[in-house]
């Protein structure tokens, strides 16, 4: 009998979530298999998995029509149906998320891309998500931007459970984590129970690499007359966002043995979890499990596309290395000062935020058009 390497995972501390949801595998019993026999316990979505899932689905057309029937505008009807699956999934997840007191079974739905930068409009649509999709469980995804991280303080203060999406930089990830913190605070303040509420902080790796493995490919197409210079970069590439994350991962560290943290753990508090997305790897020249087998460690969520899940399962190296070669990883960061390399990794990291919301905007309005499109189609003439 072959081994799940995903299940070896869960014993160093980390949770392996699945970067994918539709009806497809809810209705088959996919998801059922995949939480009760393969490892996978909790479920993250976007609106690129929600366009792939619904925009070519005949599956959804009943409830489509329904809402044509009922009047609904489109994007009401896109609410029903997404909600629906969010409902059934963590439904599906329920049993995993009693079994270990709330650390996982979550199940995360992102408010609409288009409101990033408005933390009012934020706060207001996190709470009607989880009102209106009305499950203990589901875990609201904001994205980490200047406006959205006063909507995480306020809507954790509420007990509302929130993903933080989209952080790249070490320092998104600090800011992220004493929002959660203050939430709390406020919470506790008011004499009220912080013991149920979970919170992860979504730091991407994959986008990263890429980026910065395209900088320094142009820069050695231009052609590097000096082999030192032509070493230092490319001993840098496909390097950079393990070292960020394990960089990521020492300053969680330091957060949770603060005073302010400890005061809130005697109080019941869940640690706000470190989560490793963007996990697929983009370059086929690397192994296609990297991002998982370099950043097991305790208290991790790692979120996988399918393909990643399968790969994982197979082959990966299961151990705890999110603390291995931490200096080093300090050492390659430091390095892209250097002016033979000159990558400007803070410009890189804001670059990679304002691509992520137009990579969410776009799936988002394109799902928008085609459930229109259907809706003209099925609507009574």
Known sequence: ???????????????????????????????????????????????????????????????????VRAGLPTYKIYESLVFQDIRDACDILRPVYEASNRLDGYVSIEVPPTIAHDTEATIAEARRYFQEIGRENVMIKIPGT????????????????????????????????????????KRAARGEDISKIASVASFFLSRIDSNIDGKIDAKLAKGVDDLNV???????????????????????????????????AAKGAKVQRLLWASTSTKDPNYSDVMYVDELVGPDTV??????????????????????????????????????????????????????????????????MDSLEKKVKQLSPV
Not at 232 to 254: R, S
Not at 335 to 354: A, G
Request: with cysteine; hydrophobic share 40%; aromatic share 6%.
């Open 1 to 67: 009998m072959t081994t799940n390497h995903l299940l070896e995972i869960k014993n160093y501390g980390q949770s392996i979530w699945m970067d994918n949801l539709s009806r497809d595998i809810i209705k088959s019993g996919e998801l059922k298999d995949l939480v009760e026999n393969k490892g996978i316990c909790g479920i993250t979505s976007n609106p690129t998995i929600f366009e792939k899932a619904i925009a070519n689905n005949a599956m959804y057309d009943r409830d489509i029509e329904a809402g």
């Open 146 to 185: 200047d406006s959205g991280l006063p909507a995480v303080e306020q809507v954790i203060s509420e007990g509302i459970n929130v993903n933080i999406t989209l952080l790249f930089s070490v320092q998104s990830y600090i800011n992220t984590a004493w929002a959660y913190i203050r939430g709390l605070e």
């Open 230 to 264: 032509e070493a230092k970069l490319k001993a840098i590439k496909g390097k950079v966002a393990i070292a960020n994350a394990k960089i990521a991962y020492q300053e969680y560290k330091k957060i949770v043995q603060s005073d302010r943290w400890q005061a809130l």
């Open 302 to 367: 790692n979120t996988l596309p399918p393909a990643t899940i399968e790969a994982c399962a197979d082959h990966c190296d299961v151990a705890n290395r999110v603390e291995t070669n931490v200096q080093e990883a300090y050492n390659l960061m430091e390095s892209l000062k250097d002016p033979d390399v000159n990558i400007d990794i803070d410009k890189v990291m804001d670059e990679l935020l304002t691509e992520g919301i137009d990579k969410f905007v776009k799936p988002f309005q394109s799902l």
